[in-house]
Each structure stands twice: as structure tokens, then as C-alpha cells.
């Protein structure tokens, strides 16, 4: 089946989490990958927790699916010449690391776009390439703390709380592959590439404020509310007799539904209710009104009751009941793939269901350097004496 990005080369200089995942993206689209590896080490995902039985990360495998791995020293002379090689041939670069670093290498933007003037140069970091942070180091907790998710995070009486996942890291790769996309549409109007600044902070924060736009009128400073939703309730999470269950009322017929399901039509039309934003001036008395009259039922009870009334709702499932949930087995978002070392590993689906060109994950990640002679061979046309003798030099 055709790809979208088919025909279109990216050379990977990323490693971790946020640059891996935006060059998956567009591998699974379709795009030829080539990750640039340390030699003797690779991308240090490669070691990390957790593990296969056959001692293979299973981060890594996540990914960097399909991609080739060759390694290169940028160290050297050498090597700095054979990347430079590379990047006359490609269509996309991608690095994270951090801001500054390629320049020193002789590898930035305003030097590589003297080889290659249509090439699309995308930089994922911390805090971005400009300002007062941009030379400062970041993690995804960092940017999680500085883009203010953990000031809202948490509940009103906890300390403040992280994303249950690396969501610094994916936005910074779901931004950065978006740009890419963008820009590559743009080079087909104008032939011209450009340079992408992403920063994981500004991708935090563009998430962050929407839901919290106010304090610039109100200037009051936003609370955690832990599960609840800070401008509509009833709206979180909240306990059955033996589990819990999440229920979404948005509007007001939602609001005369549910009343009419727990038997309190008397409180139709009270003022105090009526309206979404009459509701949220009324948190807690919202989550007693739920749960006095949930807690006298099971989760199963609830749902059924809500569902017949179209009242969006669900379980709160347990990990291993998602991880087995037919709806996600059902869209393949649970795949197989064959790992040479491992064997058959089970790792996240793709995401894009399209009709003409869907993407694909089910692709092995590859061993360090195992692209070297197709990528130097292939693509740059050295002989196996030059091959052997740039591995022998350390250079590859």
C-alpha cells in the first residue's frame, strides 16, 4: 500500500524520547529514516529500563521501528564529512540535542542550508534556541514543571503532580512532526526549506492555558482539582460501591438527564444548578449529589443506568483491562512484531487510520549499525574496503 511520505529521507541525529518519537512518526508515514548512532553505543535508550527477557529496551523498540540505524563518529573530521555527504541526500534533519551543540559540530542550520538549500531542519529542546532558558538542560519532568502542568496537576491538598507519562517528550515530538509535515507542503510551493525551533516548554504550555486563560482577566491563580474539571461538573471521576466511574455532563440536557436518572427531578430548574456555569460555582456540593447516589451501586449498575440515558460515561479500567480492551484490540492498536533478538514483542499500534495511506508500526527497531553498508554503500556509493577501513578508523 502506498505511504504519505513515501520518497521522503530523514536523517535522525535523535535519541531518548521526544526526537525518537517525532522520526517515528513519520517513518510510520511512511518516510525513509536514518538514525545516526554513536559507534560501540547508539542512542542510550538502548540500555534502558525496562527490558525484554533477551535484554533489549523495550522504549527503544518503541520507538525507533523501522528506522536504519548507522553509526557515525561527529567527533571526527571525518565523520563531520561523511554527515555533511548525508545531508546533500536528505530531505529532513532532526536533532535534540542540546541548543548549540550541532553548531559547534559545524552542523547547524545556516551551514547545512549551504549544501542543501531545501532542507527542512527541526530542533527539539527544553526551552527553544532562543530567550533566557535556551542554554539551560531539560528532561521531561522539567518542561512538565516549567510549562505549569505540575502547578495544576494533583489534587488540592497534594503536592504538585507530573502527567502519569512523558507527555513533555511526546508533545515536543507530535509538535516537531507537524511542523515538519508543514514545512515539507511549504517547500513543494516555494522549493525552499527552513528551520524548525521546537520547545518542549512552549509545547506544555500551549496545552496548559486554554484551560486556565482566565487568570490573565481574573488573576486569580488556578487551583489542582485533582479529578475533577475546573469549569464543568459534574465532570471526573467519582466512586461506585466497588470501583470507580467517569462521568461527562457538558450541558444543561445532559444535567435534566442525570437528574431524572437518580430520581431528583425536584432539583430541575434550580437555580443554583440550572445552567454549566451555576454548577461549577457548586464543586463539592456536585460530587455529593453523584455519589450519594453511586456509592449505593455497582460501577456496572451506574454505567448502565447513564448509558441508557446517553449520558457519556465510563469504567476507570485497571492497566492490564485497557491493555485487553476489544475496542483497541479491535483498531489494531496492539501489534506484533519481530524483533531478530527478542522474538515477537507486543508494542503499540498506529495511531493513523487513513484510507489510502494508513500507518504502519509493525516493524522491527534495528541493531546498532546494521544499515551501515546499505546507507554508506547505497546511498554514498563507498566501496567495502572504504567501509571496513571507516570502522577500523572509528568512524563508523
Known amino acids: 500500500m502506498a505511504r504519505a511520505l513515501e520518497g521522503i529521507r530523514v536523517l535522525d541525529f535523535t535519541q531518548f524520547m521526544a526526537g525518537p518519537y517525532c522520526s517515528l512518526l513519520l517513518r510510520e508515514l511512511g518516510a525513509e529514516v536514518i538514525k545516526v ?9 538502548r540500555v534502558s529500563m525496562p527490558l525484554t527477557e533477551k535484554r533489549e529496551a523495550l ?5 525507533n521501528r523501522g528506522k536504519k540505524s548507522i553509526t557515525l563518529n561527529l567527533k571526527s573530521a571525518r565523520g563531520l564529512e561523511i554527515a555533511r555527504a548525508l545531508v546533500a541526500k536528505t530531505d529532513v534533519l ?36 532562543t530567550g533566557p532558558r535556551s542554554l539551560e538542560l531539560s528532561y521531561d519532568m522539567i518542561t512538565q514543571a516549567m510549562g505549569g502542568l505540575m502547578s495544576v496537576t494533583g489534587f488540592p491538598d497534594s503536592p504538585p503532580v507530573k502527567a502519569g507519562l512523558a507527555l513533555g517528550d511526546y ?13 515539507l507542503y ?25 484551560e486556565r486563560a482566565d487568570y490573565y482577566i481574573t488573576g486569580e491563580i488556578p487551583k489542582r482539582y485533582g479529578n475533577r474539571y475546573s469549569h464543568v461538573t459534574p465532570f471526573g471521576s467519582y466512586a461506585a460501591k466497588d470501583g470507580y466511574f467517569v462521568i461527562c455532563i457538558v450541558t444543561d440536557p445532559q444535567w435534566v438527564s442525570f437528574l431524572r436518572v437518580i430520581g431528583r427531578e425536584d432539583l430541575i430548574g434550580d437555580k443554583r444548578y440550572a445552567t454549566r456555569e451555576n454548577r461549577t460555582h457548586h464543586p463539592d456540593e456536585m460530587e455529593a449529589l453523584v455519589e450519594g447516589w453511586s ?5 456496572e449498575e451506574v454505567l448502565k443506568a447513564l448509558k441508557d440515558a446517553h449520558i ?41 487510520k487513513m484510507s489510502r495511506t ?14 551501515n553498508v546499505e546507507v554508506y554503500s547505497g546511498l554514498l556509493g563507498f566501496s567495502q574496503q572504504e567501509i571496513q577501513k571507516l570502522k577500523d578508523e572509528g568512524i563508523i
Not at 560501540?40 to 535508550?45: A, H, K, L, Q, S
Not at 508533545?171 to 514545512?183: E, Y
Request: net charge negative; proline share 8%; with cysteine.
Open 358 to 371: 494508513p500507518g504502519d508500526r509493525r516493524f522491527p527497531a534495528p541493531a546498532l549499525g546494521e544499515h
Open 312 to 352: 457519556p460515561c465510563s469504567p476507570v479500567p485497571t492497566f492490564d483491562q485497557v491493555a485487553n480492551d476489544p475496542q483497541l484490540l479491535s483498531r489494531d492498536m496492539v501489534v506484533e512484531v519481530e524483533q531478530p533478538i527478542s522474538g515477537k514483542v507486543k508494542l503499540v499500534g498506529s495511531v493513523f
Open 59 to 63: 522504549q527503544f523498540l518503541c520507538r
Open 186 to 210: 511549504y517547500r513543494t510551493v516555494s522549493g525552499e526549506g527552513q528551520a524548525i525551533d521546537i520547545s518542549m516548554q512552549d509545547g506544555v504550555w500551549g496545552v496548559v492555558l486554554p
Open 94 to 129: 532532526v536533532e535534540n540535542f542540546a541548543t548549540g551543540v550541532m553548531d559547534r559540530l559545524g552542523l547547524g542550520y545556516e551551514e547545512l542550508r549551504k549544501i542543501n538549500p531545501r532542507l527542512i531542519y527541526a530542533s527539539i529542546t527544553g526551552f527553544g534556541h
Open 171 to 183: 508533545l515536543g515530538g507530535f509538535n516537531t512532526t507537524i511542523a515538519i509535515l508543514s514545512a
Open 37 to 45: 548512532e554513536v559507534p560501540g553505543r547508539g542512542d542510550p535508550e
Open 295 to 299: 456509592r449505593q451501586r455497582s460501577v
